[in-house]
């Protein structure tokens, strides 16, 4: 556990969620290095935040699962995109550019 | 998100339940399963790998429990799982839950039927369109002083020709039709006669055929009828037939134009036939029989037309000097229907409210005490983890079941009540026929029972769940601050309750005692009432209405009817005790010439055949009775009533002086007084005895087409019924014979409606005491629980059974003591507003201010006493190794 955990941003975690699988599909495990290792250590995401926020949004559409086998030959569930998944996550991306741009002006304004 | 993806997973989630957990449970041993494997890889051992697994999971179940509060339908499954553990409880309290059950189901069932009562008749819409632009335009003038008196067809042109406001003005009088000559029994039926804007005011469509318009209301009009759906089916079979058909009325053809829905009930709920109103131009003021009714034109409010009328009212004083003080009061439909309940039904409806308060309050001090009991329950639940929110959902699941039993349990006792209310109606509620438990009335009970629940819930639910933990659980649930507050709110709420029951119970009382006085005024006569059977009789054919015809006619039947064995005395008289005012006149007396343009006030004048005094037991005061002397060839004679003497010949002996009907300028004889008799209610018991004037013309000087006839039989009324039809079809085929009854039933009709309100506020004051008994009941039995121990040490310490009596229920006297000082207070507040309603009693009648608190005290000493008894029961070694 990293002792210099940062607290993720409401709805941070779904977008980098959307991210992760972005190229292909994941298990829970896969997700959460992923994650680790494109924000470089900075979001760990534990399972008591992940898998609820799986299943929430696998309700919600954007993701779909499935059983299949893992890297050691081990049964795991797989995540990957749906069509409606894949258009959130371009909506969520824009409004981040957008929010992170007017974020560092403000903070940047003399 | 997709609406499909989310109905697909609710689907999944509540009813394939067991396959989405066994998946997730899947699911998260095989993460654990691949974080111990790669802990191993990372070179710990495997017991070291697993443990560390586990550690970066975080437990097994709290992330299960983190996944399903994610779920779609996640709230209502908690719901239903509320719903489930309240039902369960509930049914494990039997006593509790049925108390308060049915405390709630009074309460709500009772105001749900009184508000379905006044919404039928006072707010319901009325079967006409925009009803709430049609007026009912009166007289009221100086001497005749009716609040919504008569005006006659000279006024009524006067009206219609300084009309702006309103649309076509049209006049309209009840009356009763004799319809015969078809081969059937002759029937009397009511009736009105109406001109030819009256069915254009109202706007309902005729069911068949056509009803009177323009023009169809001149001298030279033909004699047509609009008759109603009842009569339609009753007497022609329904058939369409009767259109343009020609009918005897009177005896007179007319010609049937259309048919009216049964629906439509106006003038009165029991009008079944129109005829038209021939207006003639009038030569003089009066016969005043008739009232207007015409429909505001678009944009004119009723206060315009009002003032119009106002205006139109000075024109009509200077056109006739007999009027003083003349008003032409425009009343709306719904006030002419309803005006004269509206006061009750509002009072009922102010006291059918406190019952709701009082079952309201009595549920909520149910729920505190069970609260006490629980609280060591909700401590356990809270120190396992259950969310405190979670918790006051719970409890509040659970009084809303409780308010919603009441409130389906209340729905059906208000249904039963209505129907027993439509059926108990004793005609003076108008629009009864409106009333029914509607959808509002429905809506109204929910709000009420959920707003209820709420309520009641609330409180005991914020309470256990913000308990302390430690010292709920230390002390075992039974007293520490919480539970000291709690019990000095349930002492409150007992206060309460027992002074909305002493404001119910005054109010009941002083109707009570209102009633009381009212049944015990004497209606004037002294005859036994089971045994005076009366009729509207009506020769049939208006050419009795000629005196020369009408005369032998009602002899015949006098004759005929006296032979009819049974039958003691028979008479004819054009009014009857207690409420059949027939006739109502000013009059003259020889000797006081009357000022200029006044006139004397106008009182009961009634045509009665010699037997009418003696057949009901009118007293003869002075003088003599008429007898078979007085005909129409004697001397004319008259006899007055006490009151009528006392009034008007200040002191002077009445007898012998002369009497004139309707005064100068009518052309009338003059009258010899030959006595004075008894005081006869004409107008209604609850009239000042000032109304009681009255004047007599025998019967044969003066004649009147349609008249009563009162038998007083030797034996039971109703065996002479049908001998008396008989005589009187006898003596004439086209005779009609109507409103049968005994002098009991009217007595019984006069006083029927504060009977009826009396009777169900007394109802309301039973059903509070009810619940406010088992309120201090409660509250004493669970008192006395709680202090088992205290008690147990008290008698082991030598305190006698009266001792621990005395100590039980002086904590029930305090409490009741300060309830009823409250109750009086309020009162004697709201009281005044009944004063309007109390015959011959004051709104702060002493006895019912003494009585009704002695009586609460009683049932509190009763409802206290058994708890009481049981404390002295209290085995001391028992109580002291009760813990």
């Known amino acids: 556990m990293s002792g210099k955990q940062t607290n993720l941003l409401q709805g941070t975690l779904d977008l980098l969620i959307l991210k992760a699988l972005a190229l ?15 924000t470089r250590g900075t979001f760990v995401v534990k399972p008591g935040s992940l898998f609820p926020a799986l299943h929430r949004m696998e309700e919600a559409g954007w993701l779909a699962s499935s059983w299949g086998e893992s890297e050691n030959n081990r049964r795991a569930k797989y995540y990957k ?17 957008t929010i992170a741009l007017a974020m560092r002006s403000a903070l940047d304004a003399q | 998100m997709s609406l499909w993806s989310r109905l697909s997973s609710l689907w ?33 051992n495997p017991a070291e790998a697993r443990r560390a697994a586990r550690m970066e999971l975080g437990g097994m179940e709290q992330v299960k429990e983190e996944v399903r509060g994610q779920r779609t339908g996640h709230l209502l499954e908690e719901i239903l799982h509320d719903v489930r553990y309240g039902v369960r409880t509930l049914r494990k309290n039997p006593g509790f839950t049925w108390v308060a059950a049915v405390a709630l189901a009074l309460g709500i069932g009772a105001n749900t039927a009184m508000f379905s009562v006044a919404y039928g008749i006072l707010l319901r819409p009325l079967p006409y369109p925009d009803a709430s632009r049609v007026a009912i335009v009166c007289m009221r003038y100086y001497p005749r002083d009716f609040a919504y008196g008569t005006l006659s067809i000279r006024d009524f042109e006067t009206w219609k020709a300084n009309n702006h406001a309103f649309e076509e003005p049209a006049l309209f009088d009840n009356t009763l039709l004799d319809i015969g000559g078809d081969g059937a029994v002759p029937e009397q039926v009511k009736g009105a006669i109406v001109t030819g804007g009256f069915f254009p005011a109202l706007r309902a469509p005729p069911l068949l055929g056509r009803y009177f318009g323009k023009g169809d209301d001149r001298a030279t009009s033909a004699s047509m009828v609009v008759i109603g759906e009842s009569l339609w089916r009753r007497r022609f079979h329904a058939s369409r037939d009767v259109l343009g058909s020609s009918i005897r009325i009177g005896g007179a053809p007319f010609a049937v134009i259309g048919v009216m829905p049964g629906a439509f009930r106006f003038p009165s709920a029991e009008t079944e036939a129109w005829t038209n109103l021939k ?4 030569t003089r003021f009066g016969p005043w029989f008739y009232r207007g009714v015409a429909r505001l034109k678009p944009g ?15 024109r009509l004083m200077q056109q006739n000097n007999v009027y003083k003080r003349l008003g032409l009061p425009v009343l709306e439909l719904r006030t002419w229907f309803a005006g004269e309940v509206r006061q009750a039904l509002l009072i009922l409806m102010g006291a059918v409210g406190l019952v709701l308060l009082v079952a309201v309050v009595n549920v909520a001090n149910l729920m505190l005490a069970r609260g006490t009991v629980r609280d060591r329950e909700m401590a356990l639940r809270l120190s396992l983890g259950a969310a405190r929110g979670r918790l006051i959902r719970q409890l509040l699941m659970e009084s809303v079941l409780l308010a919603a039993a009441g409130g389906a349990a209340g729905t059906a006792l208000a249904y039963g009540a209505i129907r027993l209310l439509r059926a108990w109606n004793p005609g003076s509620l108008p629009l009864m026929e409106y009333v029914r438990l509607d959808a509002r009335a429905l809506i109204f009970t929910l709000a009420v029972s959920l707003l209820t629940g709420v309520l009641f819930g609330l409180y005991p639910a914020m309470q256990s769940a913000r308990a302390d933990l430690n010292s709920t659980l230390k002390e075992g649930g039974r007293s520490g601050s919480a539970g000291r507050r709690r019990a000095r709110i349930r002492a409150a709420l007992v206060v309460a309750e027992i002074a909305l029951s002493v404001m119910l119970l005054v109010g009941a009382g002083l109707f009570l005692r209102s009633l009381d006085r009212l049944q015990r005024v004497s209606g004037g006569f002294t005859g036994p009432t089971q045994q005076i059977l009366t009729m509207t009789i ?36 054009d009014a ?70 006392r009034r008007f010949f200040k002191g002077r002996d009445a007898i012998g002086q002369r009497l004139m009907q309707s005064g100068p300028g009518f052309g009338n004889a003059w009258l010899k007084i030959v006595g004075i008799v008894g005081d006869v209610k004409y107008l209604g018991r609850a009239e000042k005895r000032d109304s009681d004037a009255a004047y007599y013309m025998a019967f044969g000087q003066s004649y009147s087409q349609r008249m009563y006839l009162a038998v007083r039989a030797s034996g039971g009324a109703g065996g002479v019924m049908a001998d008396l039809r008989r005589e009187i079809q006898a003596a004439n085929p086209a005779a009609t014979v109507s ?54 040490v008290r008698i082991a310490l030598g305190a006698r059974p009266g001792d621990v009596l005395r100590l039980v229920i002086r904590q029930a006297m305090a409490l009741a003591a300060m309830g009823i000082a409250l109750g009086l207070a309020g009162s004697l507040a709201l009281t005044r507003l009944l004063q309007a309603m109390l015959f011959g009693t004051s709104a702060k009648d002493p006895f019912t201010f003494v009585l009704v608190p002695c009586a609460l005290l009683s049932v509190v000493l009763l409802a206290a006493a058994i708890p009481a008894r049981r404390a002295t029961r209290i085995s001391p070694v028992v109580a002291l190794r009760y813990e």
């Open chain 2, 576 to 645: 009857l005790p207690p409420d059949r005012q027939g006739d109502a006149d000013s009059f003259a007396i020889d000797g006081q010439p009357a000022i200029p343009g006044e006139i004397n006030p106008i009182v009961s004048d009634v045509t009665a055949s010699a037997g009418y005094f003696r057949a009901l037991g009118i007293p003869l005061l002075r003088g003599r009775y008429f007898d078979e002397h007085d005909t129409a060839d004697s001397e004319p004679v008259a006899l007055i009533s006490q009151s009528m003497e």
């Open chain 1, 24 to 38: 292909e599909q994941m298990h829970g495990l896969g997700i959460s290095n992923r994650i680790a290792q494109i």
């Open chain 2, 279 to 282: 207006l003639a131009p009038s």
């Open chain 2, 300 to 314: 004119v409010t009723m206060q315009q037309a009002q003032a119009e009328t106002n205006a139109i009212g000075l």
């Open chain 2, 12 to 44: 999944r989630n509540l009813l394939r339940k067991e396959d989405v957990e066994r998946d997730l449970d899947g699911e998260l041993h095989a993460y654990l399963d691949q974080l111990t494997e790669r802990n191993a890889r990372a070179g710990m």
């Open chain 2, 739 to 792: 409103r049968t009854g005994t002098m009991r039933q009217a007595l019984d009709r006069d006083v029927a409606e504060p009977r009826f309100h009396t009777a169900l506020l007394a109802l309301f004051a039973a059903t509070a005491l009810l619940m406010a008994s088992v309120g201090i009941y409660g509250l004493i039995s669970f008192s006395v629980a709680q202090r088992t121990q205290e008690i147990g």
């Open chain 2, 538 to 573: 009506s020769p049939g054919d208006r050419k009795y209405q000629d005196a020369r015809l009408g005369v032998p006619f009602y002899r015949e039947v006098l004759r005929r009817v006296q032979a009819v064995p049974g039958v003691e005395w028979a008479a004819l008289s």
């Open chain 1, 81 to 97: 995109l749906t069509a409606a998944g894949r258009r959130q996550f371009e909506t969520e991306w824009r409004q981040w550019k």
